[in-house]
Every structure is written in structure tokens, then in C-alpha cells.
Nanobody
Framework: QVQLVESGGGSVQAGGSLRLSCVTS???????EGWFRQAPGKEREGVAG???????NYADSVKGRFTISRDKDKNTLYLQMNSLKPEDTAMYYCAADFRGRCLSSLPSDETGYWGQGTQVTVSS
């Protein structure tokens, strides 16, 4: 059974940093894994993704500030977030995909498996 459990969210002032973790279980290899976020009243957006060949993709809004990585030994996907801005405030979700196309190295809405999310709040 595939499971993804996020943690590491919280409240931080603008300019601060957070590291999100996503502990995965029920699989060893996926086509891609990624982080998404959804702010109130907005659509969910892909933040960062990595595919099975190691190709990484970031949303323009987070390039140079966020880094996605994976520790295979710990079965954990990370999102290091630096220089946080108030507009980064959102619920953050990790996801994995095993049969989708993984466009831009991101799991698909239709075929992805999702965690429950962790809240990130950035104050100005």
C-alpha cells in the first residue's frame, strides 16, 4: 500500500527557511515524485518534481530558493525552502506517480498518489 506522509510545515517570517519531509512507503521506485501547493482560493500548483532519471523541474516562482531531494535510505523526499515569501503560504503536498507521463517531472492528478499535506505560513 502506497503511503506518503508530510511533515515540517509551520509558521515562519519572510526570509526564513523550512524543510519539508515526505516519508514514503509501499514502493521503492516511482516514475516521478514531487511537491505541490495550494493556497486558499487558488488552484493547486506544482512546485518541484524529480523523475526516475534524476531530472528536476521547479516552478519559476521558486527557482533558486527551493530544492527538492530524496534520501533513498530513509525513503524520504525533501523540499528545502529558503528565502520564503508571504506568497509561499499554502498547504504543501507530496506526491508520487508510477504510470503517468510525469510531465515536467511532476506526478499527474489522475495517476498520482498524494499525502495529506502540511501547512506553511509565511508572515511579512
Amino acid at each position: 500500500q502506497v503511503q506518503l506522509v508530510e511533515s515540517g510545515g509551520g509558521s515562519v517570517q519572510a526570509g526564513g527557511s523550512l524543510r519539508l519531509s515526505c516519508v514514503t512507503s509501499g514502493y521503492t521506485v516511482s516514475r516521478c515524485e514531487g511537491w505541490f501547493r495550494q493556497a486558499p482560493g487558488k488552484e493547486r500548483e506544482g512546485v518541484a518534481g524529480v523523475d526516475y532519471e534524476g531530472r528536476v523541474n521547479y516552478a519559476d516562482s521558486v527557482k533558486g530558493r527551493f530544492t527538492i531531494s530524496r534520501d533513498k535510505d530513509k525513503n524520504t523526499l525533501y523540499l528545502q525552502m529558503n528565502s520564503l515569501k508571504p506568497e509561499d503560504t499554502a498547504m504543501y503536498y507530496c506526491a508520487a506517480d508510477f504510470r503517468g507521463r510525469c510531465l515536467s517531472s511532476l506526478p499527474s492528478d489522475e495517476t498520482g498518489y498524494w499525502g495529506q499535506g502540511t501547512q506553511v505560513t509565511v508572515s511579512s
